[in-house]
């Protein structure tokens, strides 16, 4: 079994910074992928940025240029620096990581989600 906890979310006005971060704990071998994905009231949840264990990256175009995504292997821990905030970036922002519990096992988990709200 895998925990994910996500911190860092807040009220933050347009054009300011939050940092997201999201700790994995349990017993797994790795992780191969973790990411963010969002979700706001009455729309579709979507992805915002992850990277992979070789750190790759990939960002949703809304993001791209503003939001950076990085990772901490050690402290099984990824991290979203999102600047230039604006009100659109509201939602719940929840980690996602895709782990190597055993050799050819692999598994999915999702953290319960951080709020981040922007607003003047």
């Known amino acids: 079994q895998v925990q994910l906890v996500e911190s860092g979310g807040g009220l933050v006005q347009p054009g300011g910074s939050l940092r997201l971060s999201c700790a994995a704990s349990g017993s797994f071998l790795g992780i191969n992928v973790m990411g963010w994905y969002r979700q706001a009231p009455g729309k579709q949840r979507e992805l915002v940025a992850n990277?992979?264990?070789?750190?790759?990256?990939n960002y949703a175009d809304s993001v791209k240029g503003r939001f950076a995504i990085s990772r901490d292997h050690a402290k099984n821990t990824v991290y979203l620096q999102m600047n230039s905030l604006k009100a659109e970036d509201t939602a719940v922002y929840c980690c996602?990581?895709?782990?190597?519990?055993?050799?050819?096992?692999?598994?999915?988990?999702w953290g319960k989600g951080t709020q981040v709200t922007v607003s003047s």
């Open positions: 996602n990581a895709n782990v190597l519990m055993r050799i050819t096992i692999l598994g999915d988990y």
């Open positions: 990277i992979t264990r070789g750190g790759s990256t």
